[in-house]
């Protein structure tokens, strides 16, 4: 029986990849006759990362696919390890087991089954959770012979009978007395966001050219590609779009690794040059099982796809199964238990995270700084070094912190309350003007509230709140390795780290949403919840402030109005130490000795060229001050209590000593 198919969407592909709305020849739509006599029916899964809360719906929504369609095969498109507590308590044996319940046919491998390469056991938890599968792996351009847990595992063959708990470089499976060749891809950014090890990765291009040459040899021209290398991610490392414009003969990919939801099956009908080629079809269904997709697709006499219709099952929208909600329960228990354990960090006082109901003049996380904002982003600063030293700063939106912090011990379950989304930790190349631009994005909305709002570590913002919108920024200085502020470039290009969904242009980063297309953002896969929890560990014990990180300087009385109680004319004095205890104006010029230095007990203007000799130190009372640099270079300033201190000038000094 012929199911209805319709065409609902498009591509054609020119060096730029440009989305069509044209229906390329030969592809039909429900209401015109086709000479299709196979339809292939699958359903699809990706990136779900371990979120299993909502897993017993989920059987319920391929049970209701099944009975409607028993032939449908059902396939994952990698990243099933890293993301829960799930997955740190039982390492992908409980997915696995909802897995086999369900009746998956094929999964390949995404970068985060490789999470646990540089661990003790290596990956012996993949290799279990291979051994475990009751359905079979496909992966054309990994190569796990140097891996002695998987290496007894893999072979480099396409078999048309394959065992589970085996991998394949594809495989063959008939439906419906039709044969449909299946290979597995896994992007090449593995080996730098994970932990392969010995497990290597080929050319993707030339692995699946490999492939449908192989399968074309066999007499099979019916070809899915089952892809852990994203939608549209960097183009110069790879990408479904690219794969479906260069690869002749692929006739579906079912798409991971850039969490994307496709709503509606994308087609992409012509090369890379723009010139037409049989269509692609191409599905993914986005994040944390969250959907299950659902794909038709007609076939003709050739091989060719003539018709196709997809789209994707809420899961949330289900009823839970019985049989498989008893079985979550034996693993949603222990995940409780697992919430309460302590992390072995403790918070003097409450991590606040305020909003201002209503009241602009109030704080928020959402428009100023916040000791939790600035904790997150020192974490994800810290961890993003680890991966490349060229990052200069970190930004965590504000609409993303969702809880606070009780003082006292502090939980995972906490921690997953403040970062609950699941994000993941990337990296971005930006021109200091884009950077500019974000920022103006940033406190555009200011005094209200904005999701947007962007937390930092690693450098300061100064903004003006008086200004129009898109005209606020005062300047952006990062931290340099001397530990002074170094001001942004607009021609320079600087690598930032945020988290993924920012990266992409969530929040209306427009900026970023271009970089992100241009291929200038790599997802590192790291949890964001599990990075802050480390980052926590680390510190033991917190004393939360914020830092002077963020500031509007309409809030500050500008300098040329202090009201000067001293001024200080130093010229050929010859001094031990000048302790200053009231504001004061501090002329130092190139004869004068000051031995040990100045000492700062308040507000001081401070020039002349003898600065460049002098060591100043800045010890601050109770109330905030402003230290102003703008006039000369000085030699070393040390600031203490540094969240009741303002610096001007800060380009001016030399070397920078924070001291907390």
Do not use: C
């Amino acid at each position: 029986m012929k199911l209805p198919i319709k065409v609902l969407s498009t591509v054609a592909l020119s060096a730029a990849l440009t989305i069509s709305t044209a229906v390329p020849a030969g592809l039909v739509s429900a209401n015109e006759s086709s000479a299709a006599d196979f339809t292939l029916s699958l359903m699809h899964t990706n990136d779900s990362h371990a979120n299993m809360d909502s897993a017993a719906k989920k059987v319920t929504a391929v049970k209701e696919v099944r009975e409607a369609n028993p032939d449908a095969l059902l396939v994952d498109a990698g990243d099933v390890f890293s993301g829960t507590l799930y997955f740190n308590k039982f390492l992908g044996q409980a997915d696995l087991e909802f897995m086999n319940l369900m009746g998956y046919d094929i999964m390949t491998f995404g970068n985060h089954e490789f999470d646990l390469g540089s661990s003790a056991e290596g990956h012996k938890a993949l290799a279990d959770f291979v051994k475990g599968a009751q359905f079979p792996f496909v992966s054309a351009n990994a190569d796990f012979s140097g891996d002695a847990n998987l290496q007894g595992l893999f072979s480099d063959v396409i078999s048309s009978e394959p065992a589970n708990g085996k991998i394949y470089n594809g495989i063959i499976k008939e439906v419906n007395g039709e044969k449909v060749g299946f290979f597995g891809l896994t992007t090449a950014e593995t080996a730098s966001i994970s932990s392969p090890g010995n497990v290597t990765f080929e050319d993707y291009i030339e692995e699946a050219e490999k492939a449908v040459k192989a399968f074309e040899g066999m007499g099979i021209n019916k070809i899915v590609a089952v892809t852990h290398i994203g939608y549209d991610d960097n183009p110069n490392v790879d990408n479904d779009l690219t794969l479906a414009a260069q690869v002749d003969g692929i006739d579906v990919i079912v798409g991971g690794h850039s969490h994307t939801q496709l709503n509606e099956p994308v087609v992409v009908a012509a090369d890379e040059t723009g010139a037409a080629k049989d269509p692609t079809v191409i599905v993914q269904a986005g994040q944390y099982n969250n959907y299950l997709g659902t794909l038709d697709v007609q076939f003709d006499e050739a091989g060719r796809v003539v018709g196709q219709a997809g789209e994707l099952v809420k899961i949330s929208d289900k009823a839970e199964d019985p049989e498989a909600a008893v079985l979550l329960e034996k693993y949603s228990s222990q995940i409780e238990e697992l919430k309460n354990t302590e992390i072995g960090a403790e918070t003097v006082t409450a991590l606040e995270n305020p909003r201002t109901s209503g009241d602009s003049t109030g704080p928020s996380v959402r428009k100023n700084e916040t000791a939790l904002g600035n904790l997150i982003t020192d974490g994800m600063l810290a961890k993003a070094k680890q991966y490349n030293s060229n990052v200069i700063m970190s930004l965590q939106n504000g609409g993303g912190i969702r809880a606070g912090i009780d003082a006292g011990p502090i939980t995972v379950g906490e921690v997953i309350t403040v970062l609950p989304f699941g994000n993941t930790l990337a990296t971005m190349e930006l021109t200091g003007a884009e950077l500019k631009e974000a920022f103006e994005i940033s406190v555009g909305q200011y005094p209200a509230e904005n999701g947007g709002f962007l937390h930092v570590s690693g450098a300061k913002v100064k903004f003006d709140s008086t200004k129009p919108a898109g005209e606020r920024i005062v300047s952006i200085a990062y931290k340099n390795d001397q530990g002074t502020y170094t001001e942004i470039q607009d021609n320079q290009t600087y690598t930032i780290a945020t988290n993924a969904f920012t990266a992409k242009g969530g929040d209306g980063y427009t900026v970023f949403a271009k970089a992100y297309q241009e291929g200038r953002v790599t997802d590192l896969g790291l949890s964001d919840w599990e990075n802050f929890a480390e980052h926590l560990t680390s510190l033991g014990t917190i004393t939360p402030k914020a830092e002077g990180r963020i500031i509007d300087v309409d809030s500050l009385p500008p300098v040329t109005e202090l009201d000067f109680e001293k001024k200080y004319n130093l010229t050929d004095d010859k001094k031990k130490k000048l302790v200053v205890n009231k504001v004061s104006f501090i002329n130092v010029e190139e004869s004068a000795e000051i031995k040990n230095g100045i000492w700062l007990k308040n507000s001081a203007v401070l020039q002349g060229k003898g600065l460049k000799n002098v060591s100043v130190r800045v010890t601050p009372k109770k109330e905030p001050i402003i230290v102003d640099f703008s006039g000369a270079e000085v030699k070393e300033l040390v600031v203490e209590q540094s969240e009741l201190v303002e610096l001007r000038g800060i380009e001016n000094i030399q070397k920078l000593i924070v001291q907390n």
